[in-house]
């Protein structure tokens, strides 16, 4: 069976894509956020931080 006709890959690969994408807008709308609000070098930091926490 090709892996193109598998439905439990293309599930799988469906979601890790979408997800993928998810995280690219996250990781641009962080900053441009922290520059439209003009917040400091401190509170960007700290965002980025939160952002990271579920990561370590």
Do not use: H
């Amino acid at each position: 069976m090709p892996l193109w006709r598998n439905p439990d890959f293309l599930r799988f690969w469906s979601g890790q894509t979408i997800s993928e994408f998810g995280d690219q807008v996250t990781n641009l709308a962080i900053p441009f956020v922290a520059l439209v609000l003009k917040s400091s070098t401190f509170e960007f930091a700290a965002l980025r931080v939160v952002q990271m926490a579920p990561f370590s």
